[in-house]
């Protein structure tokens, strides 16, 4: 039986589309099967996000309309990773209940991860009650911080399996200057195990499909066998302005 994670922040932008594609993306260069449902229905991006908008012909509101196949609106990014698209159109029998029969019907999979859209309404709750475990994506910023606390309060009342936290676009040096929490004080914050910190990287930020390297794309690494374990070690955000030329890095950095 696959996993059904979702992957929420309650402020918009933290990186829940992002955190999706890329550690389906992780998972599934461990041979791990996935695919990710898109069910922001009003601001919809996995398709550019993992490369496949092209090929979108059906999505999800067809699906549960009753208007193609599972099959037909599964679109593979690659060998082991599948997306579904949403928002192309709508169907009023789009429901928790409703998105949580596709995700039992889909066979063959490891992990199936529900991108949530920003705020903690009905599109929230339609993805959450779906799922039996939660990712919640937080900023290390004080407004971030702020709506992560109140989306951990909301997802106890569904009584998920499993409640994570992945700390992202963090700045090392910021952090290293006091400037910015780590991701152990964010964790004693909101009180939830954290299983990365993903490091504020160009990288992430151009990339067009997930075909992505580098120092992000190693802490999604990270965060797949933490995810596959349930334990295990988190990316250490800081490491870069601790070696030799760090400091130069910091200064550089606080420059401009
Ligand atoms: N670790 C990172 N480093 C740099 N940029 C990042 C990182 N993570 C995400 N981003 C960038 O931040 C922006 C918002 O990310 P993303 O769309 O994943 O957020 P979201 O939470 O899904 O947003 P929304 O609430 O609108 O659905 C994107 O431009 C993305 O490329
Ligand atoms: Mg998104």
């Given at each position: 039986m696959a996993r059904k994670i979702v992957v929420t922040s309650?402020?918009?932008?933290?990186g829940k589309t992002t955190v999706c594609a890329l550690l389906g993306e992780s998972l599934s260069r461990l041979n791990k099967r996935v695919i990710i449902l898109d069910?922001?229905?009003?601001?919809?991006n996995l398709d550019v996000v993992t490369g496949?908008?092209?090929?979108?012909?059906?999505?999800v509101a067809d699906v549960v309309n009753g208007r193609c196949r599972v099959k037909q609106a599964i679109i593979k990014v690659d060998r082991n990773l599948s997306v579904m698209q949403s928002g192309r159109s709508w169907s009023d029998f789009l429901s928790g209940q409703s998105i949580r029969l596709l995700t039992e019907g889909l066979?063959?999979?490891?992990f199936v991860f529900l991108d949530c859209p920003a705020g903690v309404d009905e599109g929230f709750m339609r993805a959450v009650s779906a799922a039996d475990e939660a990712i919640v994506v937080v900023n290390p910023s004080p407004s971030s911080l702020r709506d992560a606390d109140k989306t951990v309060n909301i997802l106890a009342q569904y009584k998920p399996e499993n409640v994570y936290g992945i700390v992202n676009k963090v700045r090392g040096d910021l952090v290293l200057r006091g400037k910015e929490l780590s991701a152990s004080e964010v964790g004693d914050i909101l009180k939830i195990p954290i299983i990365g910190c993903v490091p504020d990287d160009d990288a992430v930020l151009t990339?067009?499909?997930?075909d992505v390297y580098g120092k992000a794309m190693r802490s999604f690494g990270m965060i797949a066998k933490y995810l596959i374990k349930g334990e295990g070690k988190i990316y250490d955000c800081l490491g870069e302005f601790k070696r030799p030329f760090g400091r130069l890095k910091m200064a550089l950095r606080s420059r401009g």
């Open positions: 309650g402020k918009g932008g933290a069910l922001d229905f009003s601001l919809n496949v908008e092209d090929k979108v012909v059906y999505d066979n063959g999979y490891d990339a067009s499909s997930c």
